[in-house]
Structures are given as C-alpha cells and as structure tokens.
C-alpha cells in the first residue's frame, strides 16, 4: 500500500533552515513513511504521542512528528521538523 505524506507549509520553512545533513535524514523518513505507513519502529526514539500522532529522532537534537487523517488512514501530515527542544508535545 502506499500512503500520502504532506508537509505543512510552516513545516516547509522550519526544514529550510535545518543542515543539510538533517534534511537528507528526514526525506529518508518521508520516503519511509509512504511506503511503509505511520509507525516506524526502526527509528532512534520513535513513540505514538496519541492515537494519531508519531514522532521519532532524526538526529539526538532533531525529531519529525506526523499525524495519520482520522478520515483518511492512507494519507499523513508532517507538521513539525526541528529541535526536539522546540517540538509540540
């Protein structure tokens, strides 16, 4: 099954101001996330944070954290890359 992954446009922004490095590590992420679904295990500090949000660690000070549409169990929406110092929960 594939799956949608859509990236807020705030989240956008937050990305363009991250290293290069972290980028590649994220799309990695984003690639996984549609083939493979919401829960990435394999990933470092990966846990559900509510029935439909995940979030893992991209590096020890960058996470990613996403959300599957309660409508729609196919498409998900990233809506936070960044500093986990900074991060939504």
Same mark, same amino acid.
């Given at each position: 099954?594939?799956?949608?992954? =859509?990236? +807020? #446009?705030?989240?956008? +922004?937050?990305? !363009?101001?991250?290293?290069? =490095?972290?980028?590649?590590?994220?799309? %990695?992420? +984003?690639? /996984?996330?549609?083939?493979?679904?919401? &829960? $990435?295990? !394999?990933?470092? =500090?990966?846990?559900?944070?509510?029935? *439909? /949000?995940?979030? *893992?660690?991209?590096?020890? $000070?960058? @996470? %990613? *954290?996403?959300? @599957?549409?309660? !409508? =729609?169990?196919?498409?998900?929406? &990233?809506?936070? @890359?960044?500093? #986990? /110092?900074? %991060?939504?929960?």
């Amino acid at each position: 099954m594939k799956y949608t992954v =859509n990236i +807020k #446009r705030k989240t956008e +922004k937050q990305l !363009n101001k991250l290293p290069e =490095n972290i980028k590649l590590i994220f799309f %990695a992420l +984003k690639e /996984e996330l549609k083939l493979l679904g919401p &829960v $990435r295990s !394999n990933w470092t =500090n990966y846990s559900k944070l509510s029935k *439909c /949000e995940h979030h *893992c660690h991209l590096k020890y $000070r960058y @996470v %990613a *954290c996403w959300r @599957v549409n309660k !409508n =729609n169990e196919i498409e998900m929406e &990233v809506y936070y @890359v960044g500093s #986990r /110092e900074k %991060a939504p929960y």
